[in-house]
T-cell receptor, first 112, second 117 residues
Framework: DAGVIQSPRHEVTEMGQEVTLRCKPI?????LFWYRQTMMRGLELLIY????????DSGMPEDRFSAKMPNASFSTLKIQPSEPRDSAVYFC??????????FGQGTRLTVV | AQTVTQSQPEMSVQEAETVTLSCTYD???????LFWYKQPPSRQMILVIR??????QNATENRFSVNFQKAAKSFSLKISDSQLGDTAMYFC??????????????FGKGTLLTVNP
């Protein structure tokens, strides 16, 4: 298996633009996590899906953020409109709980 | 809600020596899993070791071992014979095992470990 695949690896966008981050979990994993990592706040859990259903989205910062998981092999995290304070590394992870979670390489987002 | 606390923002150790990273957690759950992840400068998150709460025996993976104290809610990581490649940010993480659908994975703030030659 290729592991958790995230795209793009790097994204630079202008403030106000829509940004879509993508994640393909490991086949057979039924839990998917989106995290945001910054120097100031560390690793923050944004949203967690189980069997494609959002279980906990309490970490989503505001309405500008939305996440979907239309099927077991794909998830998106969308920011609209983007702001400079959204600049961070965004990680996707998947697991077959309660086993360990595997992480993607992350997407480094820069909003200018 | 579960919380994970790593009280050491930074640590350093000499190559070949042993270092212990601390982690405490707070939960009302009885079944759960604990993890240590390593994040080198490449930013890839790499699993180091896993501990099931129902197991009394401490997990060991080569040079990495844990000291799991369930009553004290403590989960420290010991790295023996430290190597330069161990330089990384280390995160402690908690996953509940409720038997339902909520397997939320919560991380501590991390400890930056530097191994000096």
């Amino acid at each position: 298996d290729a592991g958790v695949i995230q795209s793009p690896r790097h994204e630079v966008t202008e403030m106000g633009q829509e940004v879509t981050l993508r994640c393909k979990p490991i086949s057979g994993h039924n839990s998917l996590f989106w995290y945001r990592q910054t120097m100031m706040r560390g690793l923050e859990l944004l949203i967690y899906f189980n069997n494609n259903v959002p279980i906990d989205d309490s970490g989503m910062p505001e309405d500008r953020f939305s996440a979907k998981m239309p099927n077991a092999s794909f998830s998106t995290l969308k920011i609209q409109p983007s702001e400079p304070r959204d600049s961070a590394v965004y990680f996707c992870a998947s697991s077959f709980p309660p086993s360990l979670a595997f992480f993607g390489q992350g997407t480094r987002l820069t909003v200018v | 809600a579960q919380t994970v606390t790593q009280s050491q923002p930074e640590m350093s150790v000499q190559e070949a020596e042993t270092v212990t990273l601390s982690c405490t957690y707070d939960t009302s759950e009885s079944n759960y899993y604990l993890f240590w992840y390593k994040q080198p400068p490449s930013r890839q998150m790499i699993l180091v070791i896993r501990q099931e709460a129902y197991k009394q025996q401490n997990a060991t993976e080569n040079r990495f071992s844990v000291n799991f104290q369930k009553a004290a809610k403590s989960f420290s990581l010991k790295i023996s014979d430290s190597q330069l490649g161990d330089t990384a940010m280390y995160f402690c993480a908690f996953m509940r095992d409720s038997g339902g659908s909520n397997y939320k994975l919560t991380f501590g703030k991390g400890t930056l470990l530097t191994v000096n030659p």
